[in-house]
């Protein structure tokens, strides 16, 4: 079965700094996909960015990118110039590529932004 | 922009009381999810559906859990006897296919007393 590690369960910034949120992930497959999910505190979840292990090309959306590294299974997320509305919890996520096939998350990272 | 919507946002319920939450899925959306996360923990799975029957189920979902998607729109989850440890924060999620993201709602945030 598929798991996801996040082993920071806390992290901070400054505002305008830089910051990377770890992940990993174990799977005996070869095609699949990886997001990462936002959670303020309103608890609502929002997709943040996603990652098709096909791709070797690393995705990016505005300030959020990842470094995705197939071979060491490891989905890392990197937030550039942070602002005070990124702080959350955020979580990453597995899914296989079949149409029915559920996400598995991680235990999640609260994220800090100071001024 | 399409979402997820979910009723109520909260709910509080008195223990072995049965509870219906209630989702309308993005109209085009053909794959229906509900997942829970107590307070504080990871967001756990509990059951996909399509097609109008149940595709995978968790350990979570025992026969406690029912979903069903009564008029082609609404899908629902119901809970028929509560218990403390229901509590928790009830989502669905809903996606067009395999390879596109799933859509969350807002939540239920249930509370059984």
């Known amino acids: 079965a598929q798991t996801v590690t996040q082993s920071q369960p806390e992290m901070s910034v400054q505002e305008a700094e830089t910051v990377t949120l770890s992940c990993t992930y174990d799977?005996?497959?070869?095609?699949?996909?990886l997001f990462w999910y936002k959670q303020p505190p309103s608890r609502q979840m929002i997709l943040v960015i996603r990652?098709?292990?096909?791709?070797?090309q690393n995705a990016t959306e505005n300030r959020f990118s990842v470094n995705f590294q197939k071979a060491a299974k490891s989905f890392s997320l990197k937030i550039s110039d942070s602002q005070l509305g990124d702080a959350a919890m955020y979580f990453c996520?597995?899914?296989?590529?079949?149409?029915?096939?559920?996400?598995?998350f991680g235990t999640g990272t609260r994220l800090q932004v100071f001024p | 922009e399409p979402e997820v919507t979910q009723t109520p946002s909260h709910q509080v319920t008195q223990m072995g009381q049965e509870v219906i939450l209630r989702c309308v899925p993005i109209?085009?959306?053909?794959?229906f999810y509900w997942y829970r996360q107590i307070l504080g923990q990871k967001v756990e799975f509990l059951v996909s559906f399509y097609n109008n029957e149940i595709s995978e189920k968790s350990e979570i979902f025992d026969d406690q859990f029912s979903v069903e998607r009564p008029d082609g729109s609404n899908f629902t989850l119901k809970i028929r006897s509560t218990k403390l440890e229901d509590s928790a924060m009830y989502f669905c999620a809903t996606h067009l296919s395999g390879n596109t993201e799933a859509f969350f709602g807002q939540g239920t945030r249930l509370t059984v007393v």
């Open positions: 996520a597995y899914r296989s590529p079949y149409n029915t096939d559920k996400l598995i």
């Open positions: 799977t005996s497959e070869s095609d699949y996909y």
């Open positions: 109209s085009n959306h053909l794959y």
């Open positions: 990652q098709e292990a096909y791709k070797q």
